[in-house]
């Protein structure tokens, strides 16, 4: 019979069939060892099989009910069904059993960044790292909180240092890649990912990255194994949508566009389906309720009562559209000037929007709130806005935040700052559903089906509709379209509209040695091209569900 440290072994190769098989059978002649159902517990977690892990739990908590390690564990799981609040009270349990225990502090800052608060995640890893400073969680965590601030040179040190203090987990480089990936630096990123691959041949993340970096590049030997992975058993939804959407992109890449449709739609089906064992849907009702309530509370009388309320500062570069229209290729341009310094993707509108609850002592939700807010109110929400973004930079002239679904929130931003650039990306719908549609987004639950994608498009049109009605401050509409065929023409307009002198720089704005996160991977560091413009008629037939739910624009 094998013992439990070859079934560690397996597990810790990524051999998880037979990890599991030989847990199960040392389980069977020893019932009673809590450590086989935690090891047990902690591979059905690594392989998104949550009731399973969870009872395996359970099993070893009802052996041990004050062990630190199933604590943990069990927070773990509830984190990734998306309870945080439950997550949270197992490690409050752990840090009463052991009040210095790092990884519980670690899991907290997780927590924080899973509820998109990435500047609360910061603060609790570095506090821990500062006691320990080569805590891996700590230092993993601390990266995804940069590059989720737009900080992505920051987390690339971040995850470089977690790799130096623990090179033999595949996790680790992985996550090097993707981040290397999203900012453009795709040899980078292609070698972190074999470099995960090296250590463990079945790790999905990596598999998944290379694929999506390399495209139709990749070769067929690279290929196979994702190929071949796809029949394993053990392949939970979440891994096995990573694998359909990297063979998607790849075979997009070839132009066989008939097999990359049939793999997006595959890849989609299971990442609803992971996201449903999270209970994490997607409502479309609820957004089109949300829309309702902007649409009602910034009207003519609204920006007629708040003129003068907001901050003078001319500061801040907003640029909105629907995700995949174009607001990363605008950053990357303005942010080759030397007056502007590209902040990436910023919560602060909706952070600053979600305080009105608070800050008018009002248990409504915020658009609710709108009536009723002052002058003081408005002027401390922009002056703290202010503050962040100096927190990012000090001293460009201009700062430029791509965050598109602000789109939303062009009433409250108008409100905030009457001075302000607004540019606003527009693009092909059908070109913005598919580029949505082939997408592994992490959390954009609406992308993976067609209908939602369409719905969520209708409300983006009626509300872009009234604000062109009603808003006070202008706004410069930027077609993807213009970009890629007119690029010097479309930034002197951009450059003039946000009252900026002209500057060549922008025009090579491939080759501006930054950082930026996007799930645009390549673009930023490409120059312009027309491939992707009426892309969508490649996935006509694929798209058919998104067509006929499609409105016209009011």
């Given amino acids: 019979m094998i013992t439990f440290d070859e079934a560690v072994r397996l597990h810790l190769a990524g051999r998880w069939d037979e990890a599991e098989a030989a847990y199960r059978a040392i389980l069977a002649a020893n019932p009673e060892r809590a450590t086989i159902h935690q090891n047990l517990a902690r591979l059905l977690l690594e392989n998104g099989r949550f009731p399973e892990a969870m009872d395996a739990l359970e099993a070893a908590l009802a052996l041990e009910p004050k062990s630190v390690e199933l604590a943990l564990l069990s927070g773990r799981v509830w984190i990734e069904l998306g309870d945080f609040s439950e997550a949270a009270g197992w490690f409050q349990r752990v840090l009463r059993l052991e009040p210095d225990n790092a990884d519980a502090r670690c899991q907290l800052g997780v927590i924080s960044l899973e509820i998109g608060d990435p500047e609360k ?28 601030q737009g900080d992505a040179a920051g987390a690339v040190r971040e995850h470089r240092e977690a790799i130096r203090v623990q090179p033999q987990l595949p996790a680790l480089h992985s996550s090097l890649g993707q981040t290397l990936a999203n900012s453009g630096d795709l040899d980078g990123a292609a070698e972190s990912f074999r470099a995960a691959l090296r250590l463990n041949p079945k790790f999905v993340p990596a598999l998944g990255g290379l694929a999506t970096t390399l495209r139709g590049k990749l070769p067929d030997g690279e290929l196979e194994p994702m190929v071949r992975l796809l029949e394993a058993a053990w392949m939970p939804p979440e891994k096995r949508a990573t694998l359909h959407f990297g063979l998607g992109q790849v075979y997009d890449g070839r132009g066989d566009y008939q097999r990359a449709a049939e793999h997006a739609a595959l890849a989609n089906r299971e990442q609803a389906r992971a996201h449903g064992e999270r209970d994490q849907t997607y409502d479309p009702a609820e957004y089109r309720k949300y829309i ?14 708040t003129r003068g309320f907001g901050s003078e500062s001319r500061r801040p570069i907003f640029i909105v559209g629907m995700p995949r229209s174009g607001t990363t290729l605008v950053e990357q341009v ?56 100096d927190k990012a930079d000090a001293y460009r002239l201009r700062i430029a935040d791509k965050m598109p679904d602000n789109f939303a929130l062009l009433g409250w931003i108008a409100t905030l700052f009457p001075e302000a650039t607004i540019l606003h990306c527009t693009r092909d719908v059908r070109d913005v559903a598919v580029s949505c549609w082939v997408t592994n987004f992490s959390q954009i639950r609406w992308a993976n089906d067609l209908g939602h994608i369409a719905q969520r498009v209708n409300e983006y049109r009626r509300i872009m509709a009234h604000y062109r009605a009603v808003l006070p401050v202008p706004v410069l509409e930027v077609p ?21 002198d002209w500057d060549a720089n922008c025009l090579t704005f491939h080759e501006t040695e930054r950082l930026v996160k996007t799930a645009s991977v390549a673009q930023v560091r490409q120059p312009i091209y027309l491939k992707s413009v009426a892309r969508w008629k490649r996935y006509q037939e694929a798209l058919a569900p998104f067509l006929a739910m499609l409105t016209d624009p009011p």
Wanted: hydrophobic letters at 45%; one cysteine or more; a negative charge.
């Fill in 121 to 148: 995640a910061e603060w609790h890893f570095r506090a821990l790292l500062e006691a320990e400073s080569e805590h891996v969680g700590a230092r993993h965590g601390l990266a995804r909180a940069l590059l989720d």
């Fill in 334 to 389: 303005l942010a080759s000037h030397p007056a502007v310094f590209g902040a990436g993707e910023r919560r602060f509108v909706n952070l600053g929007f979600s305080a009105l609850p608070a800050a008018t002592d009002s248990a409504k939700p915020p658009a609710h709130c709108l009536p009723v807010v002052t002058a003081e109110i408005v002027r401390r929400i922009a002056n703290w806005h202010l503050g962040q973004l």
């Fill in 480 to 500: 993807y379209e213009a970009m890629v065929s007119d690029l010097e023409g479309t930034t002197r307009r951009m450059l003039e509209f946000a009252r900026l």
């Fill in 292 to 305: 309702d309530n902007l649409i009602g509370q910034f009207t003519p009388e609204f920006f007629a009562r």
